[in-house]
């Protein structure tokens, strides 16, 4: 029962984060951007980090208390293609979040908006970590269903 509780958690987690990385990529785009637009980036910004935490401790909850143990989790080389990804993910999120921050204080302070080239910039990285974190699922169905331990 733990096992599939930890599964559905996971998976949950992935598909939160996969909604607002989207969301956020969608919305940053010169011709849907408006003054309504900054507060929501960030707000959207704020729960992709927190979803981006609970994918990760999810998994670290599977990896720790799943039934197939830690130790076949972390010598399995498709958790580290896994983690890798997810990683890549992370680091390419942290650009356009400091943008987003940067964006709302020239929005306070002048009322000024983004221009359409930080609009592009920042929604280009955030397309890269979403089509990086899409691929994530294949290897993970191969380590559920014990492949490459």
Sequence with gaps: M??????????SAFIGWI???????????????????????????????????AVLLTALARIYLGAKGSAWYWGNPLLHLKLT??????????????????????FHTSGKLPSETEL???????????????????PAVFLARGWGG
């Design 2 to 11: 733990l096992e599939a509780l930890l599964a559905f958690a996971h998976i």
């Design 19 to 53: 909604v607002f990385a989207t969301a956020q990529s969608a919305l940053c785009r010169a011709t849907w951007f408006n003054a309504a637009a900054v507060p929501r980036m960030v707000r959207l910004d704020n729960i992709l980090w927190i979803a981006t935490a």
């Design 85 to 106: 990804l997810f990683l890549v993910a992370v680091l390419l999120q942290i650009g356009p979040t400091r943008q987003y921050r940067r964006w709302q204080a020239a």
């Design 120 to 138: 592009t910039g920042a929604r280009r990285l955030m397309l890269i970590a979403t089509h990086l974190v899409a691929v994530i699922p294949l």
